[in-house]
């Protein structure tokens, strides 16, 4: 009865439910566990997963093979270059393996299910039990639905529900007996090459490398000394990029290096067991946020299929310039904050989350160009790139979303920036060519101030209305 464990985004041993089903199985049987995780190329091209990101998930799974070796469980990486691929690859590892169960992690993006529908088919003609488990969410999509047994669509009204029922469901991971104590100095080498493609090679990532380390044990770090330093005066500090007021743990979520249940669990440990404790819910809202995003692509297909949320936004006619795209992704737009914001994406693979609305804003409304293309070279260079998440974020500033910013609400880059940065210490990090200007001149400088510093694209207050009509007109 030997079982297979097909490894996604929950690249982690403990608390993984689907390995966790398979210990269970291959302990009653005798059998043995096998671990697999499929390299797409071809499809992850399609969906813009960039460097950083594949980067990021090729060195978490030389830890992951780690990690399982000591349970005497290897890790097996398989080409289906697309998901079309997938079910005779998986099918073809089943026969030769004398697999007799199959178990993973539910997916909820739109090709990512049908592709899910195929491998179940093929392996179930197979004579291959399935065990499908849900470990993306903190509560299952399918459970939070209104009185009338529908989905919702503003946040406010899910968030309300979802909490009451992840109080009234809360189990939290199983720790003990799950891993067994093993030497630092085990190493399991595992080929990870086929997640770079053409001149691509890790070497390309040093710097991401050092920012972003990968492993349970470093997401664990990030978790206790976010809730030991920070959590408490995450409400308050958030907001501002200069400062490290945030978990740094977006990469390990979205890989599934850490899962919503053992930041919860932490989270609980730490306010005391206490659901309402003021000082962590903002935290906790954030969590809901990310299970929101997931929700919505799960009850609304269309927007995995780069289609706006709002119908009636198709209508949009989006503008075509290509040089101002470019100029805003180089981080050469003429406002400080957008380009300092854009600097520290294209360095570092990460973005602080209040910016990524200033930028989103500003590309949308004040540039008017799609929103379309701004999700897309986010998930090109973002190292913590989670599709449901970023795509929820874009249609949100662009008012096509859910929940979305009314289209009226149109963000000043300028304000946020004196706001958000008022001593223009995140503009100064990131553009050391601004680093002479003191005071309110850094966040919208001169012409005789700039120094070769780039003037401003566009005029704010000229493009916020333009935008504004053209939404009212729809």
């Keep these: 009865m030997n079982q297979l464990v097909w490894f996604r985004a929950d690249l982690r041993v403990h608390d993984n439910r689907a390995l966790r089903s398979a210990w269970s199985r291959a302990k009653t049987s005798g059998g043995k566990v096998y671990a697999v995780f499929l390299i ?3 499809q992850w091209q399609g969906h813009n997963l960039g460097l950083p990101k594949r980067d990021f998930i090729a060195r978490q799974l030389v830890e992951l093979s780690t990690s399982l070796a000591s349970h005497d469980i290897e ?3 398989l080409e289906a270059p697309r998901f079309d691929d997938a079910p005779a690859v998986l099918m073809k590892f089943a026969k030769e ?6 178990h993973w992690q539910v997916e909820f993006g739109w090709d990512e299910r049908q592709r899910d529908k195929r491998v179940s088919t093929s ?4 004579g291959v039990e399935l065990h499908v488990n849900q470990d993306r969410c903190l509560v299952n999509p399918d459970q939070v639905l209104t009185l009338s047994g529908t989905a919702y669509k503003v946040f406010s009204a899910f968030k309300k529900n979802w909490l009451s029922l992840l109080m009234s469901q809360w189990q939290a991971p199983k720790v003990k007996g ?8 085990v190493r399991v080498p595992l080929q990870v090459d086929a997640l770079y493609t053409g001149a691509e090679s890790a070497e390309d990532c040093q710097h991401l490398q050092t920012l972003w380390p990968a492993g349970e044990e470093e997401a664990q770090r990030r978790l206790y000394q976010f809730l030991s330093e920070s959590v408490r005066d995450y409400q308050l500090q958030r907001d501002f990029p200069a400062v490290e007021g945030t978990s740094s743990l977006s990469p390990y979520l979205a890989a599934g290096v850490i899962g919503p249940r053992q930041c919860v669990t932490a989270w609980l440990n730490e306010a005391q067991g206490d659901w309402f404790d003021p000082s962590m819910q903002t935290w906790l809202n954030e969590l809901a946020w990310r299970d929101f995003y997931h929700y919505v692509m799960w009850h609304f297909p269309k927007v995995s299929k780069n289609l706006p949320f709002q119908d009636k936004t198709r209508a949009v006619q989006w503008r075509n ?4 795209f470019s100029l805003w992704c180089e981080g050469k737009t003429g406002v400080p ?3 300092a914001a854009m600097a520290q994406l294209n360095q570092t693979g990460w973005m602080h989350n209040r910016l990524r609305m200033v930028v989103a804003s500003y590309l949308t409304k004040n540039l008017f160009i799609d929103w379309r293309l701004g999700e897309a070279y986010f998930m090109q260079q973002l190292v913590d790139a989670d599709f449901a998440a970023n795509n929820g974020g874009w249609q949100w500033s662009a008012s096509t979303g859910t929940d979305a910013a009314p289209y009226f609400r149109v963000f000043n880059p300028v304000s946020q920036s004196e ?3 008022p001593d223009g210490e995140f503009i100064r990090t990131w553009l050391p060519e601004l680093s002479h200007l003191s005071g309110k001149l850094i966040h919208s400088p001169r012409a005789s101030e700039r120094r070769g510093y780039p003037a401003p694209l566009v005029d704010l207050k000229v493009t916020r209305r333009l935008a504004i009509e053209a939404f009212a007109s729809l």
């Design 40 to 42: 797409s190329q071809t």
């Design 75 to 77: 890790l097996v990486l």
């Design 97 to 102: 393996n004398n697999i007799s169960d199959a």
């Design 123 to 126: 392996l179930q003609n197979q």
């Design 178 to 185: 799950e891993s067994k104590t093993r030497s630092k100095q």
């Design 321 to 324: 310039a290509p040089e101002d």
């Design 337 to 339: 904050i957008v380009d």
């Design 419 to 421: 706001r958000f940065d």
